[in-house]
């Protein structure tokens, strides 16, 4: 039973750099799979932001491309998002998920809890 | 980029109710599209995949069709804990959602 955790500070000042951590239980991520951050800003829709495979291939929304990094430590079983230079909009709940390939498409078929983070000025 | 828009965007209906919402893609999908339940406070589930594909372990009241530009999701019965937001979810060259799609009971 897969199950993703996420951690980090749940404030951070704008203009620096948003660091949470993704902690994966009752699967290796050696095992494949991609692997990925999904936000919810207050009371709006989602939005994905990158995800990453076991090679270190990345793939990012080109909205937030040039801000974000998503790395994994396959050693310690987790994955990690960068989100630099950040302001108020980037206040929001922020998911870990999996990224998974069925037959003809890609979903997102594990969710972690999601953690608030808050943009304060 | 694929743009998806989904309505309505809110609806309130009753137990019982056959309620079916709509995801309108602007360049056809093939069936690569899936469907997402959110409870409030509650992190999303998985649906539907593959545009009909019911998901392991999600009641049979739900259901999905469409390829294209065009796709459904339907409850054929609502029930109270249906109260929640669908998104509908496509990846062409990266993923994306619809704007959602709040149920009220």
């Known amino acids: 039973h897969v199950q993703l955790q996420e951690s980090g500070p749940g404030l951070v000042k704008a203009s620096e750099t948003l660091s949470l951590t993704c902690s994966v239980s009752g699967f290796s991520i050696n095992s494949g799979y991609y692997w990925g951050w999904v936000r919810q800003a207050p009371g709006k829709g989602l939005e994905w932001i990158g995800s990453?495979?076991?090679?270190?291939?990345?793939y990012y929304n080109p909205a937030l491309e040039s801000r974000v990094t998503v790395s994994l430590d396959t050693s310690t079983n987790h994955f990690s998002l960068d989100l630099k230079s950040v302001t108020a909009a980037d206040t929001a709940v922020y998911y870990c998920v999996r990224d998974t390939n069925y037959r003809t498409g890609w979903y997102f078929d594990v969710w972690g809890r999601g953690t608030l983070v808050t943009v304060t000025s | 980029a694929v743009q998806l828009t989904q309505f309505p965007s809110s609806l309130s209906a009753s137990v019982g109710d056959r309620v079916t919402i709509t995801c309108r893609a602007s360049?056809?999908?093939?069936?690569?599209l899936g469907w997402y339940q959110q409870r409030p406070g509650k992190s999303p589930q998985l649906l539907i995949f593959d545009a009909s594909n019911l998901q392991s372990g999600i009641p049979s009241r739900f259901s999905a069709t469409g390829s294209g530009t065009d796709f459904t999701l339907t409850i054929s019965s609502l029930q109270p804990e249906d109260s929640a937001s669908y998104y509908c979810q496509e990846f062409n060259t990266y993923p994306a959602f619809g704007g959602g799609t709040r149920v009220e009971i």
């Open positions: 990453i495979y076991l090679t270190g291939f990345t």
């Open positions: 360049q056809g999908l093939g069936t690569a």
